[in-house]
Each structure stands twice: as C-alpha cells, then as structure tokens.
C-alpha cells in the first residue's frame, strides 16, 4: 500500500522560483523578483495565516554550487530557518528550469553534477533539523523539454531536441533521488508534470489517434522514472513517490489548434484526469500547481476544487492543492505584472495585500476539505485589504 504524502495541511501555497536563462540570455530568478528571498520570514508567516502550513518552494542551484563541487547555503539558510519558525513544511524544488553557467545539459556531467548537488542539499537540510524532508528534484520535466528543447524558449534554447532533453532530465531526476537517499532514507519525493488533455482536430481515424498519443506523452516522465519506458536510464518502481500534477486554464487545447474553454463539449473534467493518473501509478496524488489570472482566480479554484472533491469520493487519493504561484510575479518574457497570486506585491517592509475574493473562496474550500474548525481557528487572521477588481 503506498505511502501517504503526509502533508502538514491539504492546500499549500507555491513560491515562484523559476531561474532558467531566457532565449535573450538573461537570467530569470523569481524568488528575488518576487522579493520573497528578502521577506521569507513574513510570507511563511502569512501563509499559516490563511491555514496553508506546507508549502513549494526552492533552491537556486545556480547560486549555491559556486564551483564544480563548492556549495555556498547562504541563499536558503535564512529560508530553512524561517520556514522552521513559522512551522511551514517545505518542498524543495532543486532544479526549477536553472543549472549553473558553463555547466553541458547534455553531458554525462550534468545528471552526476546534479545528484552531488542533490546529496548536499540533503545533507545541508539534514543539518537543521530531524524532521523528514521533501523534494521535487526536477520541475516539470515535460515542459521543459519542449520549451528547452523543442522550442527554443529557454535554456538550452534548442529545437528538436526534446525528447533527449526529456530522457536526460529523467536521468538527472533518478540520480537525484538514490543520491538523497543515501543521506535521509525517509526523504519524500514529488514529481511535478502537467496534466493535460488534447481534442482531435477532426473526426478521421487519424486525428483521433494523433490526439490520444499526444495524451500519452504526458506521462512519458512518470513511466521514465519507474522503468516502463527507456529502462535503460535506471528507473524502478521505488524513483516514483507522491505524483503531482499541474493543471492550469489552458492546459487543454485542440492539436494544432486554440485552448478549449471551460465547459466547451470537448472540455474533459479534470475529476477524470485526475483519476486515470492515480490508477495508472497507484500513489497519492497533488495538484502542484493550479492558478489562474485576474478576476478568474477565484472561479477556478472553485472549479479544481469541485473536481478535487469528486475525484477523492471517487476513491482516487488526492492529498492536496498547491496556489501556483501564491505571489503575483512579474513575467517571464516581458516583466509585466501577473496578478495570479493570493498575495500581491511586497512594500518597503515586507508586508503584501490580500486578494479578497481569492482569500474568501479558500476560506470556503478549507470548510470543505479541513472541517469548520480548521477555518475558522486560523492563529492571525490578516485583514483583506485589496478590493475585488
């Protein structure tokens, strides 16, 4: 029977930390942008008091590993120590679409740099305190690929590639994970993938069953990693832990067409989503991403939410919803301000507004997932300061 994912509470709020080199080669880091290195304390802080008491967030491995072998923790000494304090179960995102410069994606190196890595950010946390810690080694291994691989994106900015990225990121993951184990045997795992569902193009054979293998590649890192495809790359059954799955407004679309709206007649449910994923691999499921932008926010965790709820009374085992991101960030491509967040910008003192109809409708979906109590015995309750738009 597996393992359940023992989360500290069943929504967790998701930190920004993307830190991949954009196509131009600038260098994203979203925990600065966001201001959240500096104010770690005081976003632990509110987080708890809107009943979320685990949370995503990351590690900047470009900024930690120096040099080949040579890791500075100044970086995440101060996260480590504040998500103590506030009592914030943490998971730790290790390789957020960002690899140190001068290090080859595609060399033998770069899955052996990042399981040493791995190892001593294990080993550094291990440090801080005997409780049993959580990681996501490699974020999104399938967007990655095609937006680094595919695309062009972002880093490694190639075309074509994509599969070979894939089977390497999934190389670099299972290596990470027998590198950790070898310092905390206890140490959890999730593998953060998006789910997606793509409608046929037309009614032929053939574009239905382009459609359903285009379905299929969704879980290409999921079966990497427990041996079902290219075994050759080390998967087993144990490299495959908690499940998360990303799930966003446009994560459905016609192949080679436009996204299918909500509610469209080819919309599939995301209860149904959710459910082919947790048979398909028999652990417990997250969602660990879901959001949407502006005044849709609320709306759409109302609709994961619904879907959640069928999905457990269908007997699938999801354990929790993650905000992604629970800050407004400023985008990848051009800086502009994504008001996706429960929290928006941080002042001069670190303190941020509150999204009201997003923070009413969490308070309504913890009711239903945590109980009367939960909700309404939160330790400081912030006051809702930003209007509805």
């Not at 957020?96 to 052996?112: N, Q, R, T, V």
């Not at 890192?221 to 059954?237: F, I, T, Y």
Request: aromatic share 12%.
């Amino acid at each position: 029977m597996p393992q359940e994912a023992g989360l500290r509470s069943f929504f967790l709020a998701g930190f920004e930390c993307a830190t991949q080199r954009r196509a131009d080669g600038k260098r994203l880091d979203l925990l600065a942008s966001t201001r959240h290195d500096a104010h770690v304390a005081k976003d632990y802080a509110r987080i708890r008091e809107h009943g979320m008491r685990a949370a995503r967030d990351g590690m900047r491995w470009h900024l930690i590993e120096t040099a080949p072998g040579f890791y500075d923790w100044s970086s995440v000494a101060p996260m480590a120590s504040a998500a103590a304090e506030a009592g914030v179960q943490v998971i730790w995102d290790l390789c957020h679409y960002g690899y140190p410069d001068g290090l080859d994606i595609w060399s033998p190196a770069f899955p052996e740099r990042f399981a040493r890595f791995s190892k001593a950010a294990a080993r550094f946390l291990a440090e801080q305190g005997d409780e049993v810690r959580y990681f996501c080694p490699v974020n999104e291994m399938s967007f990655w690929a095609w937006a680094g691989g595919d695309m062009g994106r972002f880093n490694p900015t190639a075309r074509g590639r994509g599969d070979e990225l894939k089977r390497q990121l999934a190389r670099a993951t299972i290596a990470a994970v027998d590198a950790v184990r070898e310092v905390d045997a206890r140490a959890r795992f999730i593998v953060a993938e998006p789910s997606i569902n793509v409608a046929p193009n037309g009614d032929s054979e053939q574009a239905i069953a382009d459609a359903a293998n285009y379905c299929e590649v969704q879980f290409a890192a999921h079966d990497m990693l427990v041996g079902r495809l290219n075994p050759e790359l080390g998967g087993s059954p144990d490299k495959l832990d908690i499940v998360g799955v990303n799930f966003y407004p446009d994560n459905q679309w016609v192949l080679g067409g436009p996204p299918i709206p909500l509610g469209q007649y080819n919309y599939r449910p995301f209860r149904e989503m959710l459910k082919e994923t947790c048979e398909r691999y028999g652990r417990p499921v997250i969602v660990s991403e879901f959001g949407a932008e502006n005044t849709a926010r609320p709306a759409w965790l109302y609709y994961v939410a619904q879907e959640v709820a069928a999905a457990r009374e269908a007997g699938a085992p999801v354990e929790g919803m993650c905000f992604y991101p629970v800050l407004d960030y400023p985008g990848w491509e051009n800086d502009r301000c994504c008001d996706v967040g429960l929290f928006g910008d941080a002042d001069a003192n670190g303190d941020r507004c509150v999204y009201a109809p997003l923070a009413e409708e969490l308070r309504r979906q913890r009711v239903r997932f945590e109980g009367e109590f939960a909700a309404a015995n939160d330790e400081r309750m912030t006051p809702l300061r930003r209007e509805a738009s």
